[in-house]
């Protein structure tokens, strides 16, 4: 079974410039995730999707940063313009809820750097 | 507020030596708890998870980790440490369904030969 696929798995970019990063979760997990990771800390969510819909999207700055999931599938997370402050790793994850357990697996992450 | 703490940032043991990695937690009910592992450059890989029943729950590459009420501790061991086995550990704890899931800031495991 494929994982949690995420492209690129590296972006250098230079402040204010746009970015985006893609997810393809494994197949038939309904619930998607996004996760920013400062160097020397763990995952924080940005977003959680079930399906189509964002059910908790409170740590997500909006002003920047937006991500979509057409069709339930694959999710893009944007960032425009993007900060210094915004280099980290993005992490996408994917879950099937089970029994009203969910267990996440991740996908490789995103590396960015904002020069 | 739920909230995860790894006492120790690194933590360097010789090869074939037992380990353990500390995890506290703060969570008003039972909690669902998880270890994972991330090498460098990759993504975390989840190593074991307890949701309930027996508390002492094992997991893949011969781990296995308790969970304490009592001590609201879900410390991770393992009997003898070989060199892959260096990498970065991450406990989190979630709510119930496991949906907000919050992570420790993760203890570094140096093997030395």
């Known amino acids: 079974e494929a994982g949690v696929v995420q492209s690129p798995r590296y972006k250098i970019i230079e402040k204010k410039q746009p970015v985006a990063f893609w997810c393809n979760p494994i197949?038939?997990?309904?619930?998607l995730y996004w996760y920013r990771q400062n160097l020397g800390q763990g995952p924080e969510l940005l977003i959680r999707?079930?399906?189509?819909?964002?059910?908790?999207d409170s740590q997500l700055p909006k002003d920047r940063f937006s991500a979509e999931r057409l069709k339930g599938v694959d999710s893009t997370l944007k960032i425009q313009p993007a900060e210094l402050g915004d280099s980290a790793v993005y992490l996408c994850?994917?879950?099937?809820?089970?029994?009203?357990?969910?267990?996440?697996?991740f996908g490789p992450g995103t590396r960015l750097t904002v020069l | 507020a739920q909230s995860v703490t790894q006492p120790d940032i690194h933590i360097t043991v010789s090869e074939g030596a037992s380990l353990e990695l500390r995890c506290n937690y703060s969570?008003?009910?039972?909690?669902?708890l998880f270890w994972y592992v991330q090498s460098p450059g990759q993504g975390l890989q989840l190593l074991l998870k307890?949701?309930?029943?027996?508390?002492l729950v094992q997991g893949i590459k011969g781990f296995e980790a308790e969970f304490k009420r009592s001590q609201s501790s879900f410390n991770l061991r393992k009997p003898s440490v070989h060199w892959s086995d260096a990498a970065e550990y991450f406990c989190?704890?979630?709510?119930?369904?496991?949906?907000?899931?919050?992570f420790g800031a993760g203890t570094r495991l140096f093997v030395k030969a």
């Open positions: 994850a994917s879950s099937l809820v089970d029994g009203g357990t969910d267990t996440q697996y």
């Open positions: 197949s038939g997990h309904n619930t």
């Open positions: 999707y079930e399906n189509e819909e964002a059910v908790d």
């Open positions: 969570y008003g009910a039972t909690p669902y």
């Open positions: 307890y949701f309930s029943g027996d508390t």
């Open positions: 989190a704890v979630a709510g119930t369904g496991g949906f907000k899931t919050i």
